[in-house]
């Protein structure tokens, strides 16, 4: 047991270093597309999709069904109410033929029965009315049936050939559900990294405010400064802290983001690759934006025109509904009792075989008004495809100004940054000539604050504004 756990001890301690290491932005897509649930769903509906378009392949091929059942009657079946008396025939010799056995009177003629009115036979043939009962009081019965469809007007194919668009819509939507996922980790990503460069910002300045209260401290022992210059210096001291704590905070809120959309547990300590980068790096190609390749890599117009192909298979469906369906039939059916040869209480089968014709004659437009209808709404997925692609090329338009508006802005913070530096050195001389006062000095320092955090959230705004562009180009997932 005490193996056990120092095992299990040894290696959680092995695991959670490997991400304290440094976890690259693949890396937490990998671990992304790995975990997500959205993912996986899509998955699953790549993998029913495939099934539904097994299932359709199986309707071209003969279908085998079984049949069966048992009834209890409460009677039998009697062809006859009472015994049957037939007349009788003898062959007559005068005329050659077979002449019924009819009661003569004197004069020859046959005499009739005044109830039926018909002649009255010298002769009768008796039929029992119990050779006439059969005992259908407790039948079983079944069958074996062999369907092989021959023409069904298309609808066969048509089904064939919306499983196959089906299936791809479904790639193409877990496509634009990968596309999703790794967007909201580069966003988190970028986040933390921004969040942890600012950490550190937040602590350089608490240091930067902390020694400057130490010398402002220092110079009102010796009376150069004034209490109230120390007051207002422990103010923006105590200031610097909490913005220090307050990014602290945010960052650690952040990190349980990243492992949450990674799928780790959010207590897991992750440390970013990018966290200890300086500036920016050269490998951000930009995406190519013809709109045509553009289209043609967007996985949600993918959706839409494979949406077209599945409606107009649709269409095909309906128009099937209108035309004539043949089919072959076999059966090998039993019963008992069976008729088979003669009425016997015992099992008996045959073979059987035919061919089922049906035509549509008339409907009242009932079917040819669904085929209209399917092609309306073939017809409205057409424009909605129109205008998504009219909106994908104001996204692509969108997302270049602003990628290069990201780096218009990151130019001009850097530019920012070092005319705040210089104006920080320049106070803190000038502080110490007496020139200025710690009010001038807080507010070089918080000058320069504010220009480096202008500059962080630049060139974190120049990486998400090339992934959202990598994005509405289709290329994100080639990443």
Known sequence: MNRLLLTLLATAATATPLLAQGVSLDSCRSMALSNNKAIRIAEENVRGAGYLRDAAKSAYLPGIDFSGGYMHNQRGISLLS????????????KTMS????ILTGADGKPMVDPKTGQPIPTEVAVIPKEAMEFDTRNVFFGAFTL?????????????????????????SLQDVAREDVILSV??????????????ALAQSFVDLVGSFRSNVKAMQDEGVATRSDVLSVDVKYNEANIMLTKVDNGLSLSRMALAQICGVPIDTEMTLTDEASEGLSA???????????????RSDLEVLRKGIDLLKSKE?????????K???????????????DGFKKRFGSGFSVGAMLTVPIWHWGG???KYRASKSQTAAQRLLLEDMEEKVSLQVSQARFRYNEAFKTYDMTRSNMNSAEENLRNAEFAFKEGVMTTDDVMAAQTAWLQAKSEMIDAQIAIRLCHTYLSKVTGTLGDQ
Do not use: C
């Not at 021959?150 to 479904?170: P, T, V």
């Not at 988190?188 to 950490?199: D, I, N, P, R």
């Not at 490998?283 to 890599?297: C, K």
């Not at 039939?329 to 088979?340: I, K, R, Y």
């Open 186 to 199: 580069d966003e988190a990503y970028w986040q933390v990294v921004s969040l942890a460069e600012k950490k």
């Open 147 to 171: 369907t092989q469809p021959i023409y069904l007007g298309g609808s066969i194919r048509a089904l064939n050939q919306i499983a196959k668009h089906g299936e791809s819509i479904a790639r």
């Open 316 to 324: 095909d469906l309906s128009l099937s509904e209108m035309l004539p």
């Open 367 to 369: 079917n040819y008004n």
């Open 82 to 93: 009472e015994d049957a008396k037939l007349p009788t025939m003898s062959f007559d010799p």
């Open 326 to 340: 043949l089919a072959a039939v076999g059966a090998w059916s039993f019963s008992n009792p069976n008729l088979n």
């Open 283 to 297: 490998d951000m190609t930009i995406p190519d934006t013809n709109m045509q390749d553009v289209y043609a890599r």
């Open 98 to 101: 077979y002449q019924y056995n």
